[in-house]
């Protein structure tokens, strides 16, 4: 633990940021899977908008730093497949 007091702070502000970082990464797996789970269901008029709302939170994701943009556009796209292959 640190003593000098910015330091201090800065640890604080670290861990907060860390964890809506987490927070977010989180909602982002969460949407993906439940296309996932739509796909299985073979239920389209479902998987389309959690489709639309997984490709958004992926893009954001990509925007604020939590994913790479290739890893993002490789997910997108098998996403993509998946619907269309319904």
């Known amino acids: 633990m640190p003593n000098i ?5 800065r640890t604080k502000i670290n ?10 990464k989180s909602a982002l797996r969460t949407s993906v899977k439940k296309f ?3 796909v299985e269901k073979q239920d389209k008029e479902q998987a389309q908008p959690l489709l639309q709302d997984a490709l958004r939170k992926l893009d ?8 790479h943009k290739n890893t993002a556009a490789r997910q997108k796209s098998r996403l993509t497949q998946k619907l269309n292959s319904l």
């Open 5 to 9: 007091k910015s330091a201090i702070k």
């Open 15 to 24: 861990e907060k940021r860390r964890e809506h970082r987490a927070m977010q």
């Open 36 to 38: 996932l789970v739509a």
């Open 60 to 67: 954001k994701g990509v925007t604020k730093g939590l994913l």
